[in-house]
């Protein structure tokens, strides 16, 4: 098949990837037939995912506003997908236009497409990363370049952890990240969980994927305060992504209890 323009050379367009299936979900355009078509087998597995997708992206948003609001001027989103709506350098920018802004994923799509819309943005960038391996990141030229470690920066896992198995050690992985960050940053996080309810429709979203290069998990809050030890957790600790400060105008029925979140600063 003809690759449309946005796509980088070498991409494979016969296995469907996490970062366009979400970038679907949230009604963007840069993704491909394997992917939408993977996505619809979620849909049809759990109709509900596709609120999972819009209130993780609220989650995001009300995250770098209320760090922003605190000051923070340093982002650092690991596993950042692809650059749709409510871009983080959008949200920070608008508060002060020189915050500093890198977004981090191991997905070639992603990588491209934020670099193209970056481009002209002197206080941002999109690079290639893995969150298996901090110290590449935390290493890389145009992250150096851009962020200030002697300076709070607040590093972004949003919906990025459950990607990864037990053996990648996701506590050991942050612990590496955050040994490189100043007191007072921060490290904001989301991940699936199971909920009692949805068992079903959780099994079949996690054998979806299972046959993907990108296999997914639940964790409980414990093991996300596991992942997150040594931080001092914020108000109002490990909850519900949609319970986590939420907007005063958010409708009720958009609850959503399948994802965690949670924000945590060094001391």
């Known amino acids: 098949m003809s690759l449309p323009e946005w796509a980088p050379d070498g991409v494979d367009v016969t296995v469907p990837n996490a970062a366009r299936v979400y970038d679907y979900g949230l009604g963007g355009y840069h993704n491909f037939a394997v992917d939408r078509e993977f996505a619809e087998q979620l849909i049809s597995a759990w109709p509900g995912i596709l609120q999972v997708a819009h ?7 009300r995250v770098v506003r209320r760090l922003a609001a605190q000051g923070v001027r340093q982002f650092l989103d690991i596993g950042s997908g692809i650059p749709t709506r409510g871009n983080v350098h959008e ?9 500093r802004v890198v977004y981090v ?4 799509v992603a990588v491209s497409h934020g670099q193209a819309i970056l481009a002209g943005n002197a206080h941002a960038a999109a690079i290639g990363g893995d969150l298996r391996t901090p110290a590449r990141i935390i290493g890389h030229e145009r992250v150096r370049a851009l962020l200030d470690f002697e300076q709070p920066v607040a590093v972004l896992l949003v919906a990025v952890l459950h990607f990864l198995s037990d053996e990648d050690d996701p506590p050991a992985l942050v612990r590496e990240l955050t040994a490189a960050l100043a007191p007072g940053s921060f490290v904001a996080v989301s991940h699936f969980t199971a909920v009692e309810d949805l068992g079903q429709e959780h099994e ?24 997150l030890a040594g931080l001092d957790l914020i ?9 986590w400060h939420p907007d ?20």
């Open 105 to 108: 994923d191991i997905d070639d």
């Open 235 to 243: 108000e109002p600790g490990i909850v519900p992504i949609t319970s």
């Open 91 to 99: 949200v920070v920018q608008a508060i002060d236009p020189e915050a």
């Open 248 to 267: 005063p105008d958010d409708p009720a029925e958009n609850e959503q209890r399948s994802v965690l979140g949670a924000v945590a600063k060094k001391p």
């Open 204 to 227: 079949q979203v996690t054998k979806l994927y299972g046959r993907t290069p990108t296999t997914v998990r639940t964790r409980t809050p414990e093991q996300v305060a596991a992942i």
């Open 55 to 61: 209130t993780n992206r609220a989650f995001l948003g």
